[in-house]
């Protein structure tokens, strides 16, 4: 694994360095749930859960990253309070939380096939937020007004969260 903390390797086993990276993006990604705040508009708050998704993808790679976010959606989805709010999954927020998971993998994807950071980071938040417009759209009364509350709102927060990885990137040191 490539990751580093001041440029130097302080785990020596691979393997260890995964399962550490794979739980802090687990706890991350779950501390991003409870930084929220509620729109009146729109049942979808505002979180830095999109942060630590997008950072897990690029930082980990798509296995990893993936791993990671499968795990938040696993021990969410058998009741841990790991969520935004109790049974998020099966209300109009759980096709972000499927999106994590879709959204980090291509993240890694799309790094390890050359494509730039800032783009595939740009495309895996597109991704995630399309996850969620499609299942919000259930709850809202169609596609056009799940995008107008579930999509819209986020692009310009979701850009200075694709900056702030970027930033987090370069200093990590993490070539990717």
């Known amino acids: 694994m490539n990751t580093a903390v001041l440029s130097r390797k302080i785990i020596l086993n691979e393997n260890i360095e995964k399962a550490i990276w794979v739980s802090f993006f687990v706890l991350a990604t779950t501390f991003g749930a409870q930084v929220k705040i509620p729109l009146p508009f729109t ?4 979180t830095l859960q999109t942060f630590f998704v997008l950072l897990s993808g690029a930082m980990l ?10 795990i938040y959606l696993l021990l969410g989805g058998v009741g841990l309070p790991l ?12 096709g972000y939380i499927a999106g994590f998971v879709y959204a980090s993998w291509f993240v890694g994807f799309a790094i390890e096939k050359k494509w730039s950071l800032f783009l595939a980071l740009l495309v895996g938040d597109l991704i995630l937020l399309s996850f969620g417009v499609v299942n ?16 819209l ?18 200093i990590s040191g993490v070539k990717r």
């Open 43 to 46: 049942p979808v708050p505002l």
């Open 61 to 70: 790679g798509k296995k990893f990253g993936t791993i990671s976010q499968m």
């Open 83 to 94: 969520f935004t709010q109790t049974g998020a999954l099966l209300g109009p927020t759980g």
């Open 136 to 151: 919000l759209s259930f709850f809202v009364g169609g596609i056009k007004k799940a995008v107008m509350l579930g999509m």
């Open 153 to 170: 709102p986020f692009l310009a927060g979701d850009i200075l969260k694709i900056f702030a990885v970027l930033g987090v990137i370069k």
